[in-house]
């Protein structure tokens, strides 16, 4: 069994044990359910953000235990002072360490949009985005259908949310793609081998068609990657390990914007 099947059996179960304890009727009573919903897409547009998307983290099945000693609070707040253009918070608690009330205290003190990462495979689990105070979901080809694919986005549509298509190949983009997605990422980290290369970006980035908005994820280290992606026409660049590694994220969240500034002033000014 594959680390994204066994993650996928263990979601499966868990979305039964909490349909059992806490129905979609209660989720819609949640003070976050009537939240009006932040744009993803427009704040990555958005000219004076940086394009990142934040994201916290405190391990991974790739990487084991990250930073254990986390501030949801602290952090979040600092990535947005930084100029993040969004947060993408883990919910997953088995693999990922997440939790739910982790989303809820980010969006207790952060506007902005806030993207739920989590294996979704159930309407339910949208749902229960909006009721802990997401703006967008990810949906993850390789773990599903075209038309699982179709069906859960179009329902995050009727909802208000916003989608976020991951893939990891073409294969899964053509499969994937339909008018009810909102952006695409490209996950730079081989599922299978957890290898990570931007050229997966690079390779994907003029086959995702331009009516998306494109992210590019995983893998991302320097300001100077992200330079080069947004000539290739990525509009989004999620960045998690890289931050969470270090002991204070939101300030190295902070020094990579300041850099990622200069660079651009420089290109700006060459131009």
Do not use: W
């Given at each position: 069994?594959?680390?994204?099947?066994?993650?996928?059996?263990?979601?499966?179960?868990?979305?039964?044990?909490?349909?059992?304890?806490?129905?979609?009727?209660?989720?819609?009573?949640?003070?976050?359910?009537?939240?009006?919903?932040?744009?993803?897409?427009?704040?990555?547009?958005?000219?004076?953000?940086?394009?990142?998307?934040?994201?916290?983290?405190?391990?991974?099945?790739?990487?084991?235990?990250?930073?254990?000693?986390?501030?949801?609070?602290?952090?979040?707040?600092?990535?947005?002072?930084?100029?993040?253009?969004?947060?993408?918070?883990?919910?997953?608690?088995?693999?990922?360490?997440?939790?739910?009330?982790?989303?809820?205290?980010?969006?207790?003190?952060?506007?902005?949009?806030?993207?739920?990462?989590?294996?979704?495979?159930?309407?339910?689990?949208?749902?229960?985005?909006?009721?802990?105070?997401?703006?967008?979901?990810?949906?993850?080809?390789?773990?599903?259908?075209?038309?699982?694919?179709?069906?859960?986005?179009?329902?995050?549509?009727?909802?208000?949310?916003?989608?976020?298509?991951?893939?990891?190949?073409?294969?899964?983009?053509?499969?994937?793609?339909?008018?009810?997605?909102?952006?695409?990422?490209?996950?730079?980290?081989?599922?299978?081998?957890?290898?990570?290369?931007?050229?997966?970006?690079?390779?994907?980035?003029?086959?995702?068609?331009?009516?998306?908005?494109?992210?590019?994820?995983?893998?991302?280290?320097?300001?100077?990657?992200?330079?080069?992606?947004?000539?290739?026409?990525?509009d989004g660049f999620l960045i998690g390990q890289n931050f969470m590694e270090q002991s204070r994220p939101e300030r190295a969240c902070a020094e990579f914007i300041e850099e990622l500034s200069r660079l651009?002033?420089?290109?700006?000014?060459?131009?």
């Open positions: 069994m594959s680390v994204l099947e066994e993650i996928l059996a263990k979601k499966k179960a868990e979305v039964q044990e909490r349909k059992a304890l806490y129905s979609q009727k209660l989720l819609e009573q949640s003070i976050f359910f009537e939240n009006r919903i932040v744009s993803l897409k427009k704040y990555l547009l958005r000219e004076d953000k940086s394009g990142i998307i934040a994201e916290i983290k405190r391990k991974s099945p790739s990487k084991g235990v990250i930073n254990q000693n986390v501030s949801i609070e602290r952090i979040s707040i600092g990535y947005m002072q930084a100029g993040a253009s969004a947060l993408s918070v883990l919910t997953d608690q088995t693999f990922f360490g997440g939790s739910n009330e982790d989303l809820k205290v980010a969006r207790k003190f952060n506007f902005c949009p806030i993207l739920r990462k989590d294996f979704i495979i159930d309407e339910y689990q949208i749902v229960e985005a909006k009721a802990i105070g997401a703006d967008a979901i990810l949906l993850i080809a390789a773990a599903l259908t075209e038309r699982e694919m179709k069906d859960l986005a179009a329902f995050a549509k009727s909802l208000g949310l916003e989608t976020l298509m991951e893939v990891h190949n073409e294969e899964e983009l053509e499969k994937g793609l339909n008018e009810n997605i909102d952006l695409v990422g490209v996950n730079n980290r081989d599922l299978s081998t957890f290898e990570v290369s931007l050229n997966t970006s690079f390779e994907l980035a003029s086959k995702i068609p331009g009516s998306f908005i494109k992210v590019s994820e995983s893998g991302i280290s320097s300001p100077s990657q992200i330079v080069e992606l947004k000539e290739a026409g990525f651009d002033r420089r290109a700006y000014a060459k131009s």
